[in-house]
């Protein structure tokens, strides 16, 4: 039993260069998120889906665009990396949104 | 403003000694409380979880929490630690709701002393 599948799991990227991280899910799950995790600030929201077709901002999500074309996969893009986007990023899904978030482990995203 | 306060930033304690991580919250009803625990370089991974009900929860790997609706508190604790539950901590709240947004707390780092 997979869970939830972040692809891929290092990347190093220079400052301009445009990536997709990939998240999978095979719970069957609504709702998906994308967070990233910096030193000191916990977990910030980027995006989420509450569905299929479906994307909503979360509270830092300037620079970053997403994707819910099937329901199983979530997509976090990068279309200009910038060095303030290094950091380690972590999807999650969920039944919906009062139910606990299951977490995949993570990409760690270097922007030089 | 809907928030979830974690006071300490990092405990250590000796291996065999009792834990309890503190976690506050401020929400005009009562929310739905988690507490998730993130190992080195891995994600986070739900320790245990509190809708309604029995205020003391039990979880996973030994922890258990209690809610207390007067001191606003979801307190986490373990009567006994070990070196394997070196980790951060992480508290979160959601509204129970239509606005079911999750909100984190910072976290705890916790070490363990041999």
């Known amino acids: 039993n997979a869970g939830v599948t972040q692809t891929p799991k290092f990347r190093v990227l220079k400052t301009g260069q445009s990536m997709t991280l990939l998240c999978a899910q095979d719970?069957?799950?609504?709702?998906m998120y994308w967070y990233r995790q910096d030193p000191g600030m916990g977990l910030r929201l980027i995006h989420y889906s509450v569905g299929e077709g479906t994307t909503a901002k979360g509270e830092v999500p300037d620079g970053y665009n997403v994707s819910r074309l099937k329901k199983q996969n979530f997509l976090l893009g990068l279309e200009s990396a910038a060095p303030s986007q290094t950091s380690v990023y972590f999807c999650a899904s969920s039944m919906e949104g009062s139910q606990p978030q299951h977490f995949g482990d993570g990409t760690r995203l270097s922007i030089l | 403003a809907q928030s979830v306060t974690q006071p300490d930033i990092h405990i250590t304690v000796s291996e065999g000694a009792s834990l309890e991580l503190r976690c506050n919250y401020s929400?005009?009803?009562?929310?739905?409380l988690f507490w998730y625990v993130q190992s080195p370089g891995q994600g986070l991974q739900l320790l245990l979880k509190y809708f309604s009900g029995d205020t003391l929860v039990q979880g996973i790997k030994g922890f258990e929490a209690e809610f207390k609706r007067s001191q606003s508190s979801f307190n986490l604790r373990k009567p006994s630690v070990h070196w394997s539950d070196a980790a951060e901590y992480f508290c979160?709240?959601?509204?129970?709701?239509?606005?079911?947004?999750?909100?984190w707390g910072l976290g705890t780092s916790l070490a363990v002393n041999p």
């Open positions: 979160a709240a959601v509204n129970a709701g239509n606005n079911r947004k999750l909100i």
């Open positions: 719970m069957n799950h609504e709702y």
């Open positions: 929400y005009g009803a009562t929310p739905y």
